[in-house]
């Protein structure tokens, strides 16, 4: 009942902010509170709603059961594992979000794109955080880099945002090439911070344009080369949602076609 009260109490507040959107009344009060908090704009918000939200995410995220890395089982070596299922799940110390140049989230209220669930389930001040890396660096996030938040309201412990390439469906020696690096600068980020564990969404494919196959390939060499040419103890998870991934990357990992 406290997470319900905390969740309509923060619709009336973000409803009362000068640029707030008008909200269909058939939309049940969750679905009005992430509508909210898509489009809201990076800007300061009170202690009291960030003690509202705290209370409603901490009460919502734990109706989901977190996967640790010792649920799962390696599926090459003792550092590659495939996952199927939520990556904002995943108790791991980070997790890979295919973020666009904004890095700010997605905007459009209620998507289902991996960057609006990651920014909904973190809370609002994720935003916040990657507006500060984009105030400071004072441009948009270029292509292949990689940049690293808290996580926040996740069970993981940090969140790596990248910004891969966009392919429109074909496939060409450049676009190859920047999907590689993307994968190596999120790597290094993980290493760079000592962290022990990472998650990779497939970057790059759904809206981006990158045909799936193509992007498995690329993610696993790039994560094998990267693990025989480093000391790293780095643990590396292929997380997939879709049935189609899961096989593409059960056939390369497994059955070793990459």
């Not at 800007?43 to 059961?65: P, R, V």
């Not at 890095?103 to 973190?122: E, R, S, V, W, Y």
Request: with cysteine; hydrophobic share 35%; charged share 25%.
């Amino acid at each position: 009942m406290k997470a319900i009260a905390d969740l309509e109490w923060m619709v009336q507040y973000l409803s009362k902010e000068d640029d707030a959107p008008t909200l269909e009344e058939s939309e049940d009060t969750f679905k009005k509170w992430r509508h909210l908090v898509n489009v809201r704009p990076p800007k300061a918000i009170s202690e009291e709603y960030l003690e509202h939200e705290d209370h409603f995410l901490k009460a919502n995220n734990n109706q989901e059961e977190a996967v640790t890395l010792e649920d799962l089982t390696p599926d090459e070596g003792d550092n590659i594992y495939l996952w199927k299922g939520d990556i904002t799940t995943l108790a791991v110390d980070s997790i890979v979000n295919a973020a666009n140049s904004e890095l700010l989230g997605c905007f459009i209220p209620n998507h289902n794109c991996i960057d609006n669930i990651i920014h909904t389930k973190a809370g609002i001040r994720l935003r916040l955080a990657c507006h500060e890396i984009i105030t400071e660096q004072g441009k948009k996030e270029p292509v292949s880099k990689a940049k690293l938040t808290p996580a926040y309201h996740l069970p993981a412990n940090y969140i790596i945002h990248t910004v891969g390439p966009t392919a429109s469906g074909r496939v060409t020696r450049i676009n190859q090439k920047l999907l590689t690096q993307t994968y190596q600068a999120c790597l290094e980020m993980a290493d760079r911070n000592q962290l022990e564990s990472i998650a990779f969404c497939c970057i790059s494919t759904g809206v981006f344009g990158f045909p799936n196959e193509p992007a498995a390939e690329i993610a696993i060499k790039t994560v094998r080369d990267y693990l025989s040419e480093h000391e790293t103890d780095l643990k590396v998870i292929f997380n997939v949602y879709e049935d189609e991934d899961e096989a593409i990357y059960q056939k390369k990992l497994i059955k070793g076609d990459a």
